[in-house]
């Protein structure tokens, strides 16, 4: 759009409230009639190709003073837009049927950068009621998932939600959490959530559909699920009752051509029942967050990377100095080059006995194999 066109679809959206769909007839419309993207319409030619009530409207109004105040009000609160014919906009959204016109922000939206981390991300959702396994779950799962470059969506009520940002907070990871509200400022999220909202406007993104000012209601939760399940490659639901916004949103996902996971749970837990739901109508058991890797990006390196970092986790926690020898160490160099015994134990507090016992074991769950002349190598497929 040009200066003009995008100044007055803003104000068509943001001070006369039109709807996104009408909106975007609207610009297909003009766009048709002057013959290319780069039409540069005047105010009577958008007036008569609309409605005789938005004729009425503009007639009344001045439309670039009210704009004005609706632009120093999102100065004052220091929040963006994008529209949806901005290149920023996210592609990935835009390919669903009811994408938002416009998407505002706080934090930091930084071309490239921050289109990277957009595109290349996945949800991580779940019930309000958060039992000490979900919390668990979401302490595992997520720094595999933020470690292997997968920037992570989600909401940002209480719960799975704020547990979600909370563990991606704690650590430096080359990606960002991004939250989607109903709503933005003054309201959007609960109040127990305060600081970790306004950790995530300086470490990352915050996203909404509806002007700020605009009263969040319950239909506005709905709305916002599908964003998260456009904006993302793949769903995953950590605990979550037989109804709930976190299975509306796993729901949508499928509708669009996404991944979807669920965490099972325990059978008599009540916050399991919507992600065996979930399971048996279609989506994918998730147990790791190698396992959320390799469903939405199948088995690449960067999931044999997270499959083999959970492994030696879970078979080494006992031995501190091993772990990160293995951890730190490419997977590549080690298939090229493979690792000896005896360097193994100058890393190592096993003895000979205790170190070739792990490594058996190591090498039964297909992390590596032994090789001749005590030579390990880390296993060509991680499965």
């Not at 920023?88 to 416009?102: G, N, S, T, V």
Request: hydrophobic share 40%; proline share 4%; net charge neutral.
């Amino acid at each position: 759009m040009d200066d003009f066109s995008d100044d007055f679809f803003l104000w068509l959206y943001a001070v006369e409230h039109i709807g996104p769909r009408t909106l975007v007839r609207l610009y297909e419309k003009l766009r048709f009639q002057c013959g290319n993207l780069t039409y540069q319409p005047d105010e009577d030619r958008i007036v008569r190709v609309s409605s005789c009530d938005l004729r009425r409207s503009w007639k009344n109004r001045h439309w670039k003073r009210e704009l004005e105040d609706f632009r120093g009000e999102l100065e004052e609160l220091n929040v963006g837009v994008v529209s949806w014919t901005d290149r920023r906009y996210p592609a990935r959204l835009k390919e669903i049927p009811d994408f938002p016109a416009y998407l505002f922000f706080r934090g930091s939206w930084h071309g490239k950068r921050t289109h990277k981390h957009l595109e290349k991300c996945v949800a991580v959702v779940g019930t309000r009621k958060m039992s000490e396994y979900g919390r668990n779950c979401v302490s595992e799962i997520v720094p595999v998932i933020a470690g292997n470059g997968v920037s992570i969506v989600s909401g940002l009520a209480m719960g799975v939600d704020a547990q979600v940002h909370s563990v991606m907070l704690t650590k430096e990871h080359d990606v960002i959490p991004i939250a989607v509200l109903p709503g933005g400022p003054p309201g959007g999220y609960p109040a127990s959530s305060r600081k970790v909202y306004e950790d995530i406007v300086q470490r990352g993104l915050v996203l909404w559909e509806f002007p700020p000012g605009t009263l969040v209601n319950r239909q506005m939760f709905a709305v916002r699920n599908r964003i998260i399940a456009g904006l993302v490659s793949g769903v995953l639901v950590i605990e979550s009752a037989s109804r709930g916004g976190s299975l509306i949103t796993a729901q949508l996902a499928l509708e669009y051509g996404r991944e979807a996971g669920a965490v099972p749970g325990n059978i008599f837990s009540p916050t399991s029942e919507g992600c065996h739901r979930l399971i048996n109508e279609g989506a994918q058991p998730v147990c790791s967050g190698g396992d959320m890797l390799s469903l939405v990006y199948g088995v690449g390196a960067d999931c044999q990377n997270a499959l083999m970092t959970e492994r030696l986790s879970a078979i080494l926690k006992n031995d501190l100095k091993i772990y990160p020898f293995f951890i730190t160490k490419t997977a590549g160099d080690i298939l090229e080059k493979g690792v000896e015994i005896e360097t193994l134990l100058h890393y190592s507090s096993l003895n000979v006995t205790a170190m070739r016992v792990v490594l058996t074991h190591l090498e039964v769950e297909g992390i590596l194999r032994l090789c001749s002349n005590s030579v390990i190598k880390i296993g060509e497929k991680i499965s």
